[in-house]
């Protein structure tokens, strides 16, 4: 069964957010989900999900882009609930033009996470140099870390390997122009990858011109499992354990 480690469903980002709770419950290739908050209330609604439907944890966190004045107290408390498996997503974005006072939140979320015991899930938009960066100068996260959609870069991809950091792989692993993905892909060790939706964003093909929904899921590890010349029940089984070694707090 396959776990989709990076999605959105909360009212911020959907309005009928029901609708896609229930085709997760009732899939039964899905086995769990880590729905990801963005800011402080859609952190909040993504544990009042978890705590109502078993397949669903929670990963709780200030994004890059959201970064108004936020009581970081308030993210601590919300991280201590037991859905919550990961502080997320949280990291760095080149489109708007605040990276220190992006870079002020991503350092003090990662104290979050080192005190709690939780790994991290940065977002990195052509910032991967910059975050390691930080990781070796400030502050470096202690229980594991992954960079979700990893932007492809062997030099990137060999820092986080010898970290034992994980990288995974979204919708546009089976885009035709995603040439430097296949690459990534062929070279990342099958003990640090994971699988994700970033549903409602970056639909995979065949479903482009569609919202994105984890049941989507399906195309990327048919892509990997074609790439790594193995099966999709193998890649399905590899991303499970992957992600159940870096999410600890995800139960059976
Ligand atoms: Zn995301």
């Known amino acids: 069964m396959v776990i989709d480690s990076h999605m959105h469903i909360n009212s911020q980002v959907l309005e009928n957010k029901d609708r896609f709770i229930q085709a997760i419950n009732n899939n039964s290739l899905i086995d769990k989900v880590i729905n990801v908050g963005l800011d402080l209330p859609s952190s909040k609604e993504t544990i009042d999900i978890a705590q109502v439907n078993s397949k669903f944890y929670s990963a709780v966190g200030i994004h890059p882009l959201y970064t108004k004045p936020t009581n970081l107290n308030?993210?601590?408390?919300?991280?201590?609930?037991?859905?919550?498996?990961?502080?997320?997503?949280?990291?760095?974005?080149?489109?708007?033009?605040?990276?220190?006072?992006?870079?002020?939140?991503?350092?003090?979320?990662?104290?979050?996470?080192?005190?709690?015991?939780?790994?991290?899930?940065?977002?990195?938009?052509?910032?991967?140099?910059?975050?390691?960066?930080?990781?070796?100068?400030?502050?470096?996260?202690?229980?594991?870390?992954?960079?979700?959609?990893?932007?492809?870069?062997?030099?990137d991809l060999a820092y986080l390997v010898n970290n034992g950091f994980y990288i995974s792989f979204a919708g546009k692993i089976t885009y035709k122009t995603a040439k430097k993905s296949l690459e990534v892909a062929r070279e990342v060790p099958n003990n640090l990858f994971l699988v994700e939706t970033d549903s409602p964003y970056i639909s995979p093909e065949p479903v482009i011109n569609e919202i994105n929904e984890t049941a989507n899921i399906k195309y990327i590890i048919s892509k990997l499992a074609e790439i790594k010349q193995t099966s999709f029940n193998d890649i399905a089984k590899i991303t499970n354990e992957n992600t159940r070694r870096l999410f600890r707090k995800i139960k059976l």
Do not use: R
């Open 74 to 155: 308030s993210l601590y408390d919300l991280a201590s609930n037991e859905k919550v498996v990961a502080i997320g997503e949280i990291g760095l974005d080149n489109t708007k033009d605040n990276l220190e006072e992006q870079i002020k939140y991503l350092t003090e979320q990662i104290l979050i996470a080192n005190k709690l015991h939780l790994p991290v899930i940065i977002h990195s938009n052509n910032c991967n140099k910059l975050i390691i960066s930080i990781f070796e100068n400030y502050v470096k996260p202690q229980y594991g870390c992954i960079f979700h959609c990893f932007q492809p870069n062997l030099e």
